[in-house]
């Protein structure tokens, strides 16, 4: 797929899309988020990925914010990656649980590398 990208000059490689506005955190150098904002809806951020596949957009990343805090995350990379696009998330990671990672492992992953990249992100969660 990423080959299939550099090919050609006449679309889009990489985009950044925020689902969700709102984050866990409070950094004092990020200017990326809020505490009150409501999660863009899902029939809003189907069309911001159809729109983007429909352009030949290769890889689309899911930041904001916190996307981990988006209710519909699942669906939305369901759809990112029905589109034939490689779904990527900026996440600080403290609202990982092993259940989420099982799930994004099933939506992001080729299937042969799920198993390994569940069992290292647990592995990772129970260094917190």
């Known amino acids: 797929m990423f080959v299939r990208a550099m090919q050609s000059a006449s679309h889009p490689i990489l985009a950044q899309?925020?689902?969700?506005r709102r984050c866990n955190l409070d950094c004092a150098y990020c200017n990326k988020y809020d505490k009150t904002?409501?999660?863009?809806?899902?029939?809003?951020?189907?069309?911001r990925i159809d729109r983007l596949a429909d352009l030949g957009t290769t890889i689309i990343?899911?930041?904001g914010g916190e996307p981990t805090l988006h209710?519909?995350?699942?669906?939305?990379?369901?759809r990112i990656r029905n589109r034939g696009a490689i779904a990527t998330l900026i996440t600080n990671g403290l609202l990982l649980t092993p259940a989420l990672v099982g799930v994004l492992s099933w939506l992001f992953?080729?299937?042969?590398?799920?198993?390994?990249f569940g069992k290292l992100m647990i592995s990772a969660l129970r260094l917190k």
Request: no cysteine; charged share 25%.
């Open 109 to 116: 992953l080729d299937p042969r590398r799920r198993g390994f």
């Open 17 to 20: 899309i925020v689902p969700i």
């Open 71 to 78: 209710p519909d995350l699942d669906a939305i990379i369901r």
């Open 37 to 47: 904002s409501m999660p863009v809806p899902l029939e809003t951020m189907l069309r």
């Open 61 to 63: 990343t899911l930041s």
